[in-house]
Nanobody, 118 residues
């Protein structure tokens, strides 16, 4: 079974720049999309960013150039670098992996809480 483990969350101050890693282990699909979603109380889980195996990247509009996603295919790890954090960025951040060929699977990590104080 494929597993995703996020880390790097915690209490941060506005303007700080945490980096969230997500490590995938188990049966890794050759072609996949990995990314980050987030959910705050009272809201549905929303898309933040994704990156494909060959490096194609999408960002949500609210990112506004503040975040950067990258991946290291040698160790199946994706990173979310968050800069210029705002209190409204407070949420549980979830790592996601979905296969794009063959059987379609969708995996989620347990999430890591990011709380941004002013």
């Amino acid at each position: 079974q494929l597993q995703l483990v996020e880390s790097g969350g915690g209490l941060v101050h506005a303007g700080e720049s945490p980096r969230l890693p997500c490590a995938a282990s188990g049966s890794i699909f050759r072609f996949n999309v990995m990314g980050w979603y987030r959910q705050s109380p009272g809201k549905q889980r929303e898309f933040v960013t994704t990156i494909t195996t060959d490096g194609r990247i999408n960002y949500a509009e609210f990112v506004e150039g503040r975040f950067a996603i990258s991946r290291d295919n040698s160790n199946n790890t994706v990173y979310l670098q968050m800069n210029s954090l705002k209190p409204e960025d407070t949420a549980v951040y979830y790592c996601n992996l979905r296969s794009v060929v063959g059987l379609r699977f969708n995996y989620w990590g347990q999430g890591t809480q990011v709380t941004v104080s002013s």
